[in-house]
């Protein structure tokens, strides 16, 4: 049912030393800072030839990553993000499999311009995921 793996994400406490890792320590590819207010994040894609990382890191009042980064001050995995061809009936399916959506049962527009759901970390290995109609 899922597909590629679209991205990891991790929660950062310090944007700038993290691109910094992943460039010159790590030798990859990775974008400017990329506001995104209406999901509460700053972005820096990091692009890998078969996947790409996300650093997240809060941005507003109302981020959804300042408790996780509370919790953990010095960063960490924060999700990672399946595609899906038909996000409903995968939505469907797993909900009749007893795994819970976060937020809602309905899918929302994701930082991609893509609808994406978000599922309890509880039923998937103690990782949160993230499907996303790719
Ligand atoms: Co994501």
């Known amino acids: 049912?899922?597909?590629?793996?679209?991205?990891?994400?991790?929660?950062?406490?310090?944007?700038?030393?993290?691109?910094?890792?992943?460039?010159?320590?790590?030798?990859?590819?990775?974008?400017?800072?990329?506001?995104?207010?209406e999901h509460g994040v700053t972005v820096v894609l990091v692009e890998l030839p078969n996947t790409r990382i996300e650093l997240l890191h809060p941005l507003g009042t109302q981020s959804p990553i300042a408790s996780f980064l509370a919790k953990n001050p010095a960063g960490g995995m924060h999700h990672i993000c399946y595609e899906v061809d038909d996000i409903l009936e995968t939505r469907d399916r797993l909900v009749a499999s007893?795994?819970?959506?976060?937020?809602?049962?309905?899918?929302?527009i994701g930082a991609h311009g893509k609808p994406v759901m978000f599922l309890h970390p509880k039923d998937f290995c103690g990782t949160l995921i993230e499907i996303e109609q790719a």
């Not at 679209?6 to 800072?33: C, F, K, W």
């Open 98 to 108: 007893g795994a819970r959506v976060l937020g809602g049962n309905e899918p929302k």
């Open 1 to 37: 049912m899922i597909g590629r793996l679209n991205h990891v994400a991790i929660a950062v406490p310090d944007l700038q030393a993290a691109a910094a890792t992943y460039r010159d320590m790590l030798g990859a590819r990775v974008s400017e800072p990329k506001p995104m207010p």
